[in-house]
């Protein structure tokens, strides 16, 4: 809805017309009336801040004194300097913000007002001067409730009886003021002792006014400190959390308007919503920063944090009841929040606003259309959120609050780097193995936007491959490989754009290849001096390669019958007459191939049986491009001899460490590679 | 290559094995003799023909005989060749089905 609608245009023409009658009907005498009008003039310019955020200026009494006195004319004066004083105040005394349509339009409401208190008092002519200022102040402000209910309902949507009840209570301030002030001014009409009543009346407010400022000052300032720690907090937590509570708070202060919850409770509700998360800064960072999904163990670590707010709440505020609000805040109406599962009317009622202001907050943050937030905030009602405080939440209300949000407060932002900085060294280590992850564009048109640092045959294959994505609507993944990077790219299709998420992934590997370059070192160490340099474990298949002699004879391995099969070919290549001689060893050849290409077929399936010679030592090389073997039960298995040790590598290994006079092995995710080797058997032959 | 032949006196089977047990005598094991010896209350397997014997050999010998001694049937491993005995007892098989299983 606009300022200027059908309803707020001839009000303001009504103002335009007062204007006009005031003049045309001539000042009379302005002398007579001046102190008052000074004194209207100052009770606007000063009026009683109350905490709940409401001004009080006495200038009702003002209006009433000259319209009883003087008539409506001079009363119309009144209205004039109220309005012309309270307008340059709320534009911070600038007159280019100054509002000539809405000052307008407050002459006509205030005029309307005052004809009706006019026509009430004259009803009354006669009776009692206290009936009269009474009956003319209910009028008067009653009337004018009922027309500014009707401006906020055409301009932002607010219900016309939204806080009924609290708006009639607080009128009865006016009307009680009114019925003492103006008879008593009325009594002593004149000159003199109005400057003498108004200067009386003026010291008076200055006492009010200067300890009602100082404890707003104080107010404001707990406030405001408080907002500042949370911001701090949440730059630390995360630039994208910057101002959440601040913006919360903001929320809460509105919602609780159309909710009419009662003002004296309002400012500790507010306070309490823009701290809700103050707990977040005990915290590990690199909980809260975590991109993915959270463990087992840190998702109980970040739901502890509403117990670690109210814990701070409670030792400032000593409140428990406040403390109480904070703890809730992520309980779920269906019961399936934390810390405690309530569910429905068990969780606090203010709970339960804090925890829709969030949310509101966080949809409101990451949609820009105003009926996004609201379709989604609808959806969480009954789930998440209680939906009797979702009904009073609108497109208007949404589009009203945003006018109010904070998103980027740029000034201390760079101060506030050194905050994060500290953190950031102790995850460098972590960051290092995660590289860069960008989101790219796919318009559909042939290219992807350029970027200066990817490898233009990377961009290439993306926009071969976002084309395919956008034909065929359906999202994928793809690793792509270039220049010694290694990239992993998502391609997630919307109807006529792909967005396609692209991680260098370059790190990760190579932090997973010197991890597992480390863990062989470890395995090597240890297996080296268990078995007392009989088993060797390369770091490189290469070194394994170095070690070969003279290529004897070779098969493939595909199926179980090929177990006995190398065992054949193994037996073949050893002379006839150290056969005959050694039985015992030749069987226990046999064993360790059989057990050797028995694992290829148990965990890699295929690969391949060669045998070598070496200055009378017999090798028999076996290689497959299995996924590899688990190193960590090498040790076990050498120091647990027979067939107690349960696994089925175990007992093969077992065997092949008895039987071979050295075994040289290497493991990786590509394949395995395992050299046996017999001394003294071939010395005869060749 | 694993092959077997039965022999039937009263309750008491004898199997004749020969070749040798590897993994590739699994399913000759499991699928075949498993449930040929099904109705004997005493088995005795002959392993006078077989050369060898590795750790997967090892395993279905010892799931065969402890399947039948849990279904309180008596078994015997007898004429076993001096190389597939070493390697039993590199494994203590004689410790796992208990020494008068062999005989």
């Not at chain 1, 955020?53 to 009363?75: C, D, K, M, Q, R």
């Not at chain 1, 969030?358 to 259309?369: G, I, K, P, T």
């Not at chain 1, 067939?643 to 007992?651: D, E, N, Q, R, V």
Request: charged fraction near 20%; aromatic fraction near 8%.
């Amino acid at each position: 809805m606009k300022e200027k609608n059908v309803y707020t245009i001839p009000l303001s023409l009504l103002g335009i017309a007062s204007l006009l009658y005031m003049g045309l009907e001539g000042s009379g005498s302005l002398v007579h009336i001046l102190p008052l009008l000074l004194l209207i003039a100052i009770l606007d310019l000063f009026p009683v801040r109350l905490l709940s955020g409401e001004e009080y200026s006495g200038s009702l009494a003002g209006f009433l004194i000259l319209l009883l006195a003087y008539g409506p004319v001079p009363a119309l004066y009144g209205i004039l300097v109220s309005n012309v004083v309270s307008h340059l105040r709320s534009a911070d005394f600038i007159w280019r913000k100054f509002n000539i349509f809405r000052l307008l339009s407050a002459q006509g409401k205030y005029s309307i007002c005052l004809y009706a208190a006019h026509m009430i008092m004259e009803r009354l002519d006669g009776t009692s001067i206290y009936v009269q200022a009474g009956a003319g102040a209910l009028t008067f402000s009653l009337l004018y409730m009922l027309l500014a209910a009707i401006v906020k309902k055409t301009i932002s949507g607010i219900p016309l009886l939204n806080n009924l009840v609290i708006k009639c209570k607080e009128i009865a301030v006016p009307v009680v003021l009114c019925t003492i002030i103006v008879p008593h001014f009325l009594v002593h009409l004149s000159l003199n002792y109005m400057v003498y009543e108004t200067i009386y009346i003026l010291l008076f407010l200055m006492l009010i006014i200067f300890f009602s400022y100082g404890y707003i000052r104080q107010v404001r300032l707990r406030r405001r400190g408080a907002e500042e720690f949370i911001r701090i907090g949440e730059m630390r937590i995360s630039n994208r959390m910057e101002g959440h509570g601040h913006n919360v708070g903001i929320i809460c202060e509105h919602v609780l308007e159309l909710l009419g919850y009662p003002k004296k409770r309002r400012v500790d509700l507010i306070n309490m919503a823009a701290i809700h998360d103050i707990g977040k800064m005990m915290l590990p960072l690199d909980i809260l920063t975590k991109r993915g999904a959270r463990s087992l163990s840190e998702e109980q670590q970040y739901q502890s944090h509403p117990v670690h707010s109210s814990k701070i709440v409670l030792n400032v505020s000593g409140d428990k009841k406040m403390s109480d609000w904070i703890l809730h805040h992520h309980e779920r109406y269906d019961g399936k929040g934390y810390p405690d599962g309530l569910q429905e009317k068990q969780i606090p009622y203010e709970s339960r606003i804090i925890h829709m202001c969030d949310q509101l907050e966080y949809l409101m943050r990451h949609f820009e259309q105003d009926e996004e937030v609201i379709r989604r905030l609808e959806n969480m009602s009954h789930k998440e959120l209680d939906p009797e405080l979702v009904s009073h939440i609108h497109t208007g209300t949404v589009a009203g609050l945003r006018q109010y949000m904070v998103y980027i407060e740029t000034p201390g932002a760079t101060e506030l780097t050194s905050v994060i900085e500290p953190d950031k060294q102790q995850h460098r280590e972590l960051s290092s193995i995660t590289g860069g992850t960008r989101l790219l564009k796919y318009m559909g048109t042939g290219s992807l936007q350029r970027h200066e640092d990817l490898p233009s045959t990377v961009v290439y294959d993306l926009e071969i491959l976002a084309a395919r994505a956008l034909v065929l609507s359906e999202s994928f993944y793809e690793v792509l490989v270039s220049q010694g990077n290694t990239y992993e790219a998502h391609f997630y299709p919307e109807t006529d754009w792909v967005a396609v998420v692209l991680n260098d992934i370059t790190p990760a590997l190579q932090y997973r290849e010197d991890m597992h370059l480390h863990t062989l070192r470890a395995y090597r160490d240890v297996i080296r001096t268990l078995s007392h340099s009989k088993i060797d474990i390369c770091l490189k298949s290469e070194e394994i390669v170095g070690e070969l002699g003279e290529w004897i004879d070779e098969m493939e391995v595909n199926t179980r019958a090929d177990v006995a099969s190398s065992r054949t070919l193994v037996v073949q290549h050893i002379p006839e007459d150290f056969r005959l001689e050694h039985s015992k060893k030749v069987m226990s050849i046999k064993l360790a191939v059989s057990e050797a290409v028995t694992n290829l077929i148990k965990h890699a399936e295929e690969g391949k049986v060669a045998v070598y010679q070496k200055s009378g030592c017999y090798q028999i090389y076996i290689t497959d491009h299995g996924s590899g073997i688990p190193l960590h039960e090498l040790p076990k298995t050498i120091l647990i001899s027979g067939y107690s040790s349960k696994s089925s590598l175990g007992k093969g290994f077992a065997l092949m460490y008895a039987s071979a006079d050295r075994i040289m092995l290497h493991t990786s995710p590509d394949g395995t590679a395992i050299l046996l080797e017999f001394n003294e058997i071939l010395e005869q032959a060749i | 290559m694993f092959t077997y032949r039965l022999e039937l006196t009263g309750q008491q089977i004898t199997v004749y094995c020969e070749g040798d047990i590897d993994i590739d005598a699994g399913d000759t094991f499991e699928e075949q003799l498993e449930p040929e010896l099904a109705e004997a209350s005493s088995v005795i397997l002959n392993l006078g023909a077989v050369q060898f014997v590795d750790s997967s050999g090892i395993g279905l010998l010892i799931k065969l005989v402890q399947d039948l001694q849990e279904q309180e049937r008596q078994v015997w491993i007898e004429q076993t060749q001096p190389e597939v005995m070493e390697v039993f007892q590199l494994l203590q098989l004689d410790e796992i089905l208990g020494k008068d299983t062999f005989r």
